[in-house]
């Protein structure tokens, strides 16, 4: 893939008191969507309380398209019905991560210092 930065994977657990799309209960699954990617657990039948416990991986080649997280209903019959969703931005976890590198291997204790990055001068 051209340009790609890295991959994410995401651990996704479980849902807790889903709504009833079906007769009693929903067949809830979960699609996550960054740009053109597009990934999804696999369908839990009758269940409002699904764990999934699945590893789903996308690949990052722009830390500013947001994630959206989607939850579904499997309906078989007819189109699927729509739960509930949710969206994060990336760019705040790489930050972190490239601070956390920044001060890698250095003992415990150690301040590190950048001049150009710390200090203004006039």
């Known amino acids: 893939m051209e ?3 890295g ?3 995401l651990h996704v657990i479980k849902g807790f008191n889903l709504a009833i799309r079906d007769s009693k209960s929903s067949d809830p699954y979960v699609i996550v969507r ?4 597009k990934v999804r657990t696999r369908v839990v039948k009758k269940n409002l309380n699904p ?3 699945e590893d789903l991986t996308l690949s990052i080649s722009d830390p500013v398209l947001p994630i959206k997280i989607m939850v579904y ?8 019905d729509k739960m509930g969703d ?4 990336i760019d705040p976890f790489l930050e972190a ?3 956390q590198n920044q001060f ?3 003992p415990e204790g150690t301040i590190k210092s950048n001049p150009n990055l710390n200090c203004i001068f006039y």
């Open 86 to 89: 949710a969206f994060f931005h």
């Open 34 to 37: 960054m740009g053109q990617q």
């Open 104 to 106: 890698r291997g250095l």
């Open 97 to 99: 991560i490239r601070i």
């Open 73 to 80: 209903d499997r309906d078989w019959f007819s189109r699927d």
């Open 51 to 53: 764990e999934w416990n």
């Open 3 to 5: 340009n790609m930065l």
């Open 7 to 9: 991959l994410l994977r």
